[in-house]
């Protein structure tokens, strides 16, 4: 029987193994599109997970609680005039996914990994946590990954979607996948959408110069099966094959 991701929430990762209860560690999570219709660089984004997922935020020690340093600034210009008012009931929404174009009706606040899985039964991106901690929700957006259980759809009208099923050409994977399959990169499988999205953008972006790097820049995204070191290696495979094709 399937287990409820959220009755039973993700284990605590390898990642922070080892640290002590309550520590914090900052981890780097996927591009996120803001409300002004431009990404985040992942370095400007960080989520804080804890080690001591049951202690209540209150009860940190008072080293442990992020500071922040930075004022409220405005997110959206003042001398454009009002944004028209969309919703808060069901609106047309045009979206662009694995270059087909669909339409659907939603109600602004719905998330595009709703719509993906739920509308479009795009179902390769995975709700995992729903909030932004685990990454198997990965796709692209106009070619950079995002978390879409963060990402509202209607947002990602105008703009490129690429979830795991439109990398494929016909029955050629992508060498990705390709290297996710000879590299045995997956056990259960569910966090491997999210994992090879982010794979594929992290070459892209430059960031995989060696397995430090590597892991650093696939730190968005857990594996419960704890598959790292055949994810890194698959990584290693194509963006060596990428650079020396021969
Ligand atoms: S479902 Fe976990 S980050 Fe989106
Ligand atoms: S969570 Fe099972 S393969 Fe990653």
């Known amino acids: 029987m399937a287990v409820h991701p959220h009755r039973h929430p993700l284990p605590i990762p390898p990642l922070v193994h080892g640290l002590p209860p ?17 990404s985040v660089h992942s370095h400007t984004r960080q ?28 997110t ?25 174009e669909h339409r659907v009706a939603i109600e602004p606040r719905v998330s595009l990994l709703s719509v993906l899985r739920d509308s479009l039964l795009l179902t390769g991106a995975k709700r995992g946590c729903d909030q932004g901690t685990c990454g198997a929700c990965t796709v692209h957006v106009d070619g950079r990954r995002v978390l879409s259980c963060l990402t509202l759809a209607i947002g990602c009208e105008g703009r490129r979607v690429t979830t795991v099923e439109g990398l494929a050409d016909g029955d050629e994977l992508h ?20 994992q090879i999205m982010s ?19 696939m730190s968005g995204n857990l594996c419960r099966c704890a598959t790292y ?3 890194t290696a698959a990584i290693r495979a194509v963006r060596d094959t990428a650079s020396d094709p021969s």
């Open 47 to 74: 989520i804080h997970i804890r080690t001591h997922q049951t202690q209540t935020y209150g009860s940190q020690p008072e080293e442990a609680r992020p500071v922040t340093t930075q004022k409220p600034t405005a």
């Open 175 to 194: 060498p990705m996948q390709k290297e996710f399959i000879a590299c045995d990169a997956f056990q259960c499988g569910y966090c491997t959408p999210g």
């Open 199 to 217: 794979a594929i953008a992290l070459l892209d972006e430059g960031h995989a110069s060696d397995d430090d790097e590597i892991r650093e820049w």
């Open 76 to 100: 959206r210009p003042t001398d454009t005039g009002p944004l028209p008012v969309r919703g808060p009931g069901p609106v047309p929404v045009t979206l662009t996914v694995n270059g087909a």
């Open 22 to 38: 309550g520590q914090l560690v900052r981890r780097r999570a996927p591009d996120q599109p803001n409300d002004s219709g431009t």
């Open 229 to 231: 070191p055949h994810i």
